[in-house]
């Protein structure tokens, strides 16, 4: 069954045209790739089904409803998260804060002076949660300035995580890893999402990972549709491999 259904989008930008008349499905349970060269339309596409932009045309559907152009905390509100890349914005805060207030931002709510205990109570329990699945605990009051690159990015996880999910969008969670780093990072999100019956719809530049981990690949290209299937047919396709694969077997 589809989870997320993107259908004949078109987004343009002061009369270039980003997306032209892309559609996508991406089938709950299934880990799902968006792949191409840089200026395909990969980060767009994200941004309108997240609500980020809104399409020129086109609809964009979850879990069978319809939510083209609703605000991302709506869309959040109904299991649909997407990643901070790299907490940039929360570099003075510990990790629990940084996790509390993603949580909060995914409620569509702000902290006031008298905001209620019970409530505070409840966000920080399930910034504690979120910290935890992604073997962070132990580091929730450290200030995210001072974490690793790899630790940076299973924050970025816990803070879409802490929305507990049920479509996660992640856009190129491998970046600026080692090679040895990059497999350590497949296999986590693997276990943990698969263990939380997450879904995943990814984006990533690097083809050994993505073909790891993709159970299923949308390639982009020029803003349109170049080739869509399983990891190995994507790999045979002779027009993935020129545009996007380097020419690689």
């Known amino acids: 069954m589809a989870l997320l259904v993107a259908e004949n989008i078109y987004r343009s930008f002061q ?3 980003a997306l032209a008349g892309v559609s996508l499905r991406v089938e709950e349970g299934s880990f799902h790739a968006l792949v ?29 409803r319809e939510i083209t152009g ?19 914005p929360f570099v003075s805060m510990t990790l629990l804060e940084a996790v509390a207030l993603a949580r909060v931002g995914y409620q569509g709510k702000t902290f006031q002076l008298f905001t209620p ?18 073997g ?9 300035s001072e974490l690793p690159l790899g630790d940076l990015k299973r924050l ?18 491998l970046a600026g890893l080692s ?14 999402l698969r263990q939380e019956g997450v879904t995943l719809l990814f984006t990533e530049h690097d083809t050994e990972a993505v073909l790891a981990l993709a159970d299923r690949i949308t390639v982009l290209h020029q803003g349109q ?12 396709n002779a027009e993935v491999r020129k545009a996007f694969l380097g020419g690689a077997a």
């Open 36 to 64: 191409g060269p840089n200026g395909a339309g990969k980060t767009t596409l994200f941004n309108v089904i997240t609500g980020r932009l809104a399409p020129d045309r086109g609809r964009v559907f979850f879990q069978g």
């Open 179 to 192: 090679r040895a780093e990059r497999r350590q990072m497949v296999e986590f999100i693997r276990g943990l």
């Open 70 to 88: 609703w605000p991302t905390p709506r869309v959040a509100r109904l299991g649909l998260a997407v990643s901070f890349q790299r907490a940039q």
């Open 156 to 173: 970025d996880v816990a803070m879409a995580l802490v929305a507990r999910p049920k479509l996660l969008l992640l856009d190129e969670p």
């Open 136 to 144: 962070l605990d132990g580091a929730a009051q450290r200030r995210v």
């Open 225 to 236: 549709v170049l080739a869509e299937g399983i990891p190995e047919e994507i790999r045979q």
């Open 15 to 17: 009369g270039f045209m």
């Open 117 to 134: 205990l019970r409530h505070l109570a409840e966000v920080l329990e399930e910034a504690r949660w979120a910290l935890s699945k992604v």
